[in-house]
């Protein structure tokens, strides 16, 4: 089983329309989950991270963690063309040093 | 303001030849990583370095070595490639601390033949 479990897509949504992206982790003790952006050819850039229950929101997007249901999501409100991506989801473990395991990533399209 | 240096960015080998992925980030972070990223698998972390000497296996370590070389650098090495060795591969970097998020490096392209 994987440490970090996303629904793969892909995902379409019109242009200002909220997406929904979701995601589960394994291990109960996970502390730091993270949501990274990735353009097609180019490298994972963070967008949200949140460490403990509840909401985090920054401009549109908004981080859930929910720890009992060891669930994360990111909604973003107000969906753009420019936020056609994979969005990855990642959950940081704090054994020796940090060790980040990603999910598979979910394709976003929002359609103009 | 270079973050984390990658070299090369494009590589081909013939199955069986050896090459050395090299990574540089100029941030102070203490921790490095290496990933490998292919078509429906997400990032996979190879292997890590905590801390400058110390370095641990990650979810695929089998065919790879790596090397801290010093608080900037972090190689990974293929002694003996092989097609399954085909992928996209990115180093990152981060802070040691509760809160640290990983930065990448641009990734390199590694085909073998």
Redesign the interface.
Known sequence: QKEVE?N?GPLSVPEGAIASLNCTYSDRGS??F?W?RQYSG?????IM?I?SNGDKEDGRFTAQLNKASQYVSLLIRDSQPSDSATY?C?E?K?N??????????TSLTVIP | NAGVTQTPKFQVLKTGQSMTLQCAQDMNHNSMYWYRQDPGMGLRLIYYSASEGTTDKGEVPNGYNVSRLNKREFSLRLESAAPSQTSVYFCASSRLSNTGELFFGEGSRLTVL
Do not use: H, M
Not at chain 1, 42 to 46: A, F, Q
Not at chain 1, 96 to 105: A, E, M
């Open positions: 996303q793969s502390q730091s993270f990274y180019k490298s994972p850039e963070l991270s460490y990855l990642a940081a704090r020796t040093g940090n060790q980040f395991y990603f999910g598979t990533g």
